[in-house]
């Protein structure tokens, strides 16, 4: 098994970009590794 260290800022920084793909690529992101993020909470706050 491979774990990925996740980035949660640069996630939330995608999150809020003016390109739409971007975006999509954040949300797709946050979707795979959600259950690995350190502060779930906040990362429902984006």
Known sequence: MV???VN???IHKK???ND???RGG???Q???SFSSLP???AAWEI
């Open 3 to 5: 774990q990925v260290m």
């Open 8 to 10: 949660q800022e640069k």
């Open 15 to 17: 999150s809020y970009s």
């Open 20 to 22: 739409p793909k971007e």
């Open 26 to 28: 954040a949300v797709e």
């Open 30 to 32: 946050l979707r795979r």
């Open 39 to 41: 502060d779930k909470h």
